[in-house]
């Protein structure tokens, strides 16, 4: 079934988590997730889905691309960036195919991945965005650590931080690892989940773990002079908690 995948939504949004933050893209939420981080806020994609073809999905991102034309402009122009995300892209083999296609179309194409999965096979082109998950997340175990050395100065690993603990392990971190000469690091501190939010299929968070404000969380990088880029769930501050498609 690699020339299909299950689709929760695809959408034009703004990207909200990465480098490219600020800039309009199309999103391909993918059904399915191996991991129940505490601070979830997508638990509806673990299962909501409908299975479409390659060539589907394909022709709904190219007409989502081409509606988002400048209106000063002449010529047909077509939005070039592109964010695979979920759930987990990688647990469906279609991934792969899709995004190699759509790579072949142009596209920038970005993949937010979890980092429990091997991201070797991924299309060279492709903009790994991939999550180092720290103690809060109840997931800290499932990092596949074999991934650091594939990934390249195009890619980016994400820490999402909630709590002192989580600050001090992603720390920790990206000096053993010496993670700074890899790829950009990104700093991403969570807004807690509201109670509506918090599915009960979630891991709880760890016991011991000291919730970190985002002023604090400044002042730390600021003060250890971390080689970082701070970040903030840019989807939760423009629009409402539980808004899906954006
Ligand atoms: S990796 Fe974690 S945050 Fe991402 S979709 Fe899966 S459970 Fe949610």
């Given at each position: ?102 790579c072949d179309a142009g596209f920038t194409v970005l993949l937010e991945t979890?980092?429990a999965l091997d991201i070797a096979p991924v299309d060279a082109r492709v ?120």
């Amino acid at each position: 079934m690699s020339e299909s995948l299950v689709v929760n939504e695809i959408y034009l949004s703004l990207q909200g988590e990465s480098t490219f933050a600020g800039l309009p893209c199309v999103f391909i939420r993918l059904t399915a997730c191996n991991l129940r981080c505490s601070y979830c806020d997508t638990a509806y994609a673990f299962t909501e889905g409908k299975r479409r073809t390659l060539d589907e999905i394909a022709a709904e991102v190219e007409r989502a691309a081409f509606n988002f034309q400048p209106s000063t402009s002449l010529a047909p122009q077509r939005l070039p960036l592109v964010e695979l995300t979920g759930g987990e892209p990688l647990l469906q083999p279609g991934s792969l195919p899709l995004m190699q296609r759509l790579c072949d179309a142009g596209f920038t194409v970005l993949l937010e991945t979890s980092g429990a999965l091997d991201i070797a096979p991924v299309d060279a082109r492709v903009r790994r965005i991939m999550d180092l998950k720290c103690p809060s997340s109840g997931e800290a175990a499932r990092n596949r650590w074999e991934n650091l050395p594939h990934l390249k100065a195009t890619d980016e690993i994400k820490f999402v931080i909630g709590t002192v603990q989580d600050y001090e392990w992603a720390k920790e971190q990206i000096t053993r690892h010496n993670l700074g000469a890899l790829c950009p690091l990104l700093l991403s501190w969570v807004t807690p989940l509201e109670p509506h939010q918090q599915d009960k299929v979630l891991k709880p968070v760890p016991a011991g773990q000291t919730p970190i404000k985002r002023l604090d969380l400044v002042e730390r990088i600021i003060a250890d002079a971390l080689p970082v880029r701070f970040q903030l769930q840019m989807h939760k501050i423009v629009w409402a908690p539980d808004q899906r498609g954006v």
